[in-house]
Every structure is written in C-alpha cells, then in structure tokens.
C-alpha cells in the first residue's frame, strides 16, 4: 500500500503522508544513524519528534529517472524528505491509490511526514513504499498545474487527454493518476545529469511533530 500526499508546497510537503522502477533499496537498521545518499540528504530529519534517523533512500545522477523506495515504518509518524541538485527541477510523487502531487523541487528541497489520519488501515503491519520521479526544470509541464473547475481542459486550444496534454504541456493530475502520461512525458524529455535523492525517515518512539492547536474560551458575567 501507498502513502495518501496532501497539501505538498515548494519546501514542505506536508501530508498527511506518501510511490516505477526495480532499483534495489538502502535500508539500514533502526539503530544506524548515517545512510550514505546525494545530494546533501541529511542523516535524520531534525524536524521529526525526536530526530528520526533515515532508514531507507534511493538516489539518481541523472533526470528524468523514476525510484520507488520500499521499507518497513516504525511508527504513525514517518517523515520523507527530497532533495535535488536543481531546485526547479520538477517532482512528482505518486500512490497506488491514485493520489499525489507535482511540484517544484525548492532549494530546500521537499519534506513531510505521515500521521495518523492520513496512514492506510495496517500501516505498522506491511512494508509500505513511496514513487518519486524527477524530471529537468524545462520539461513541458504547465505551471499552474490546469484549468480550475471540473474541466482541467476547458482553457486549451488543442488537448490530448489521453496522455494529459493540453498546448503542448502537461497537466498535474494526469502526471500522477494515469500512467500513460508520465510514460510519454519522460520518452520525450532528453536524459541528462540532475542529482537528486529520497530519503525516508522513522523511529519507533516518534510522535505528532504538529502540536495540537487548543482554545481557550473566557466567559465573562454579564449584567
């Protein structure tokens, strides 16, 4: 089973959690803090409740390239991070269940972590996985994501929705929830060197990174 992105921005991916190829994964054990990745993979996300070291990566020399990375969590709260040699390198995350995102890299990279309203029924039970692909910062992929509304075609002039083209771009949600149109943008992008790295972080004691936001209500007297 996959991981379910919600709410993705340019230096967080903020989930609510997280994905075509065989490469073999690096995985560590629990107790390793250090797994060796590129580019400037940190060895634990600093930002997780404790520090999570990093328990599993992939890494690429070139875009456009596609990892999955498999691995076992070790609580409800796991946290991901993606880093890449071009911050306007395009990245596009993808789940079996059809959600995902598509994004700009960032020169921070992105990041986020899982919770426990977004993990599937069975999530400490299974090994899970997330699919990244990265792909060059001129490949044709429209900005804005699409047109709003429930017609993401409704402002082309010409439009393939068979592949998820539209004026010679690519729509976002046709690059994560049909396979055909990510397999055609990626035969007609031209390989070239990009660095980039995911890497995937937990520890069995690892809590809610995001407070609990409480209110205070002050009733008064009144008369």
Known sequence: AGLTLAGLAAASLGV??????????SERPTTTAVVSAAPSLP?????????????????????????????????????????????HAWVIIRSKGGSGTVRRCGPKGLSSSSSRESVSSGWLKRRQQIEVWVLPADAPILDSGGGGGSDPYAACAVAKKDVGWCDGKYLWIPLVRQPDALKKLVEETRSRPGAWAVGVYDRADATDPVPTVTTTVTLKPTG
């Open 16 to 25: 609510q959690s997280l994905w075509v190829g065989t490469a073999q994964v």
């Open 43 to 87: 060895p634990e996300d600093t930002r997780a409740v404790p520090p999570a070291p990093l328990i599993a990566s992939q890494s690429s020399a070139t875009v456009p390239a596609g990892k999955t990375v498999k691995f076992r969590p070790l609580s409800l709260f796991t946290s991901y991070r993606i880093v890449c040699a071009d911050p």
